[in-house]
């Protein structure tokens, strides 16, 4: 396992190993916080058919009542990771990069401020489907549209010129991924702003993600480490061929795929149980 760079933190370089052992005295009073697509679950070409990895469910079973918290924060809406994910108990739901929340199978909260968008939602998917080519998939998720070109990447660029005149004529905010292009409403939320607001009364954290949407949570772990030298935070970015050096250059330590995942948290759950 590499050395982890935990910046301000610890003194000297830890690995995997040790991160838990370190984190196993504060257990109680830290989130461990995961990306659904790409990270607990590998990438299919048919968002609707994806499934979390082997070992997964079992092991954040298993650590949910050793830790504060355990959160999914996805651009999934909370009704698709309450299917996934809404048997387990203590798990919190972020949909939506945080514009819909549920916690601890409790009801769906959606942020008001981003209701008034879905007619527009609604018109934006009606037309991509009329106007982008064959090949490409608009996904309709009530609060965003996805317009993915995963089945057909050399549609990319101008699946990207078309999102972002409509995001201009529309006045909504674009998100890359991999092989996507999402608009959402101009909303001030993001799973940077997620994780900054669910850590304050942590005392450790731990995210894994392998997005770009994922890197401003690594960002907001950062800061609340930079303001209280006792918080204990540590990136973990899942390695994939599109966006994975971007993530793992922002992260303490990288891990193969969602399934080398689910042996880790396996691991894990040793350690803090
Ligand atoms: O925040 P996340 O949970 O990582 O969601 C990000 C996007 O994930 C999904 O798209 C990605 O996964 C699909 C299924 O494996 C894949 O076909 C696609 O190419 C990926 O971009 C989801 O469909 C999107 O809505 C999310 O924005």
């Excluded at 918290?69 to 996805?74: D, E, M, P, Q, T």
């Excluded at 939506?96 to 916690?103: A, K, Q, R, V």
Aim: with cysteine.
């Amino acid at each position: 396992m590499p050395p982890l760079n935990l910046g301000n933190q610890p003194q000297i370089p830890l690995n995997a190993d040790q991160a838990w052992r370190a984190t196993a005295p504060r257990a109680a009073e830290t989130v461990l916080f995961f990306d659904f697509d790409g990270t607990l679950a590998p990438v299919d070409d048919d968002p609707t058919a994806v499934q979390p990895a082997p070992k997964v469910l079992a092991a954040i079973q298993a650590l949910a009542p050793a830790v504060q918290r355990v959160a999914i924060v996805s651009a999934r809406p909370v009704d698709f990771l309450r299917d996934h994910f809404g048997g387990l108990p203590g798990v919190d739901l972020y949909g939506l990069y945080g514009l819909e929340h549920s916690h601890s199978g409790g009801e769906t909260v959606t942020e008001p401020a981003a209701l008034p968008w879905v007619p527009t939602m609604v018109e934006l998917a009606d037309l991509a489907r009329a106007e982008l080519p064959a090949g490409t998939l608009t996904e309709y998720k009530r609060l965003s549209v996805a317009l993915h070109y995963r089945t057909a990447p050399e549609l990319g660029p101008a699946v990207e010129r078309w999102g972002r005149e409509q995001a201009e004529r529309l006045g909504l905010r674009v998100q890359a991924g991999r092989m996507v292009l999402e608009l959402k409403p101009p909303v001030d939320q993001d799973k940077g702003r997620v994780i900054g607001e669910a850590v304050k009364s942590a005392a450790g954290a731990w995210y894994f993600g392998d997005d770009v949407s994922d890197i401003k949570a690594f960002a907001a772990l950062r800061a609340r480490a930079a303001a209280d030298p006792d918080f204990f935070g540590v990136c973990v970015a899942v390695a994939n061929p599109e966006t994975g050096q971007e993530v793992a250059e922002a992260a303490d330590l990288t891990i193969d795929s969602p399934a080398a995942l689910g042996d880790f948290l396996t691991t894990a759950a040793h350690h803090l149980t």
